[in-house]
């Protein structure tokens, strides 16, 4: 799942052979569950300026340290300076929802020391519903992947308050315009639900989901 364009490749690797500073080109998934408070680590001596940025924007900034004292852009972001001053940088998020799954860094100065994607993942008891919120304009397509497979499955389109799914998620699905239900899940319908907006081909959001105590996190 991990790509590494051949740019980045290099780059990582002219980093790692001519630089002696911590350097971390992994993105480490951390795992959250809904409105439960999630931790996400970063560990470094950082002597000068700590933050936690936006990865795809550097410039908004969730929290910072220096050795006088920390702050944070809001009450949900927490960080310690006691920790800051042991070598614990990490961020927690008091209450996980959808509007923070994003790619947070953790700098140091001008280093990168780590950089974490927040997953959020439903956990759920067979025989219960998976209520999906599409919460855009259709046409939106359902992209499910089992933790095993490599690839996704299409099982369900949305077009003009219509749904269509596979033969098989048929009689177990039902549209309730935001919401498709899927019915009855069971351990096999762990994994990874995406809810892709075909009009400008992105990906509106993924639902992590295990069933039954089965855990995601073997990233
Ligand atoms: C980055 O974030 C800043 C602060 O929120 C914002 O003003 C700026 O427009 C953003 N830049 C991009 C490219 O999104």
């Known amino acids: 799942m991990q790509s590494c364009s051949i740019h980045h490749c290099v780059l990582f690797f002219l980093t790692l052979t001519f630089t002696t500073a911590p350097v971390s080109a992994a993105v480490c998934p951390a795992l959250a569950k809904l409105h439960q408070p999630v931790i996400l680590p970063c560990e470094n001596d950082c002597s000068s300026e700590a933050k936690w940025t936006l990865e795809s924007n550097r410039s908004v900034v969730f929290a910072r340290c220096d050795q006088t004292s920390c702050s944070s852009l809001k ?26 799954r994003n790619t947070y860094s953790c700098e140091c100065g001008i ?26 304009p259709e046409p939106v397509k359902v992209i499910y992947k089992s933790r095993d497979s490599a690839d996704g499955e299409q099982i369900c389109t949305v077009t ?27 351990p096999s ?12 081909n992105e990906d509106i959001r993924v639902y992590t989901v295990s069933v039954a105590g089965t855990s995601q996190c073997d990233v």
């Open 75 to 100: 009450k949900e972001y927490e960080i310690s300076h006691d920790q800051y001053l042991k070598g614990d940088l990490s961020l927690t998020i008091t209450a996980a929802d959808y509007s923070k």
């Open 111 to 136: 280093n990168d020391i780590s950089t974490v994607r927040l997953r959020i993942e439903i956990q759920m008891n067979p025989g219960e519903d998976l209520i999906l919120d599409l919460s855009v």
């Open 160 to 186: 003009q308050r219509s749904l269509q799914c596979k033969a098989e998620y048929t009689h177990r699905t039902s549209l309730s315009h935001p919401e498709l239900i899927l019915r009855d899940v069971q």
């Open 189 to 200: 319908d762990s994994g990874s639900y995406t809810i892709r907006d075909l009009k400008n």
